[in-house]
């Protein structure tokens, strides 16, 4: 299964503002953080903040929050406002996409889409940014723009 850029910046953006809880985050350091146009990025949070899954605060020290809770936003929530579901009855093996496959009735492989459909819709509804964001772990230090700061390990004294 493949998802749009849109849709990546997007959970990008979401585990961002996760793991940021109250603080603000901003789309200059996200945008750092992954490597992305900011310009591409800042449509995204506008999209969110209308979608309702963020609030923006302009100005100094403004930036983006999530919504709600973390714990209350799957990642089927963020998904669902970029990606367009499926057509009922639509079948990737079908040469024209969105049009009702004319083997649907003798084909022995369309269940088996359905059901994979099902199964990774039900995954990301049942992962909450929380969840994800929790399975990340600690980050490592950064420049405070997003950019990982490098790290000197030491030996310890004999």
């Keep these: 299964m493949t998802i749009t850029r849109s849709t990546r910046y997007a959970l990008y953006a979401a585990a961002e503002m ?10 200059t350091e996200v945008a750092a953080r992954y490597g992305i146009p900011g310009g591409a990025l800042a ?6 903040v209308r979608a309702g899954v963020a ?5 100094i020290g403004g930036g983006y929050r999530l919504a709600r809770p973390a714990s209350r936003i799957t990642v089927l929530d963020v998904m669902t406002i970029f990606e367009r579901p499926r057509t009922p009855g639509a079948c990737i093996l079908h040469d024209r996409p969105g049009e009702q496959c004319p083997r649907s009735s003798v084909c022995n492989l369309h269940w088996l889409f359905e059901e994979v459909d099902e199964l990774v819709r039900c995954t990301y509804e049942s ?25 000197t390990l030491r030996r310890p004294p004999d």
Excluded: I, S
């Design 55 to 59: 609030v923006g605060t302009r100005g």
């Design 18 to 27: 996760a793991m940021a809880g109250d603080r603000p985050v901003t789309v």
């Design 43 to 48: 449509k995204v949070f506008q999209q969110l």
């Design 127 to 151: 992962v909450t940014l929380e969840t994800l964001v929790r399975r990340v772990g600690p980050r490592p230090p950064d420049d405070g723009a997003g950019r990982p700061v490098p790290v």
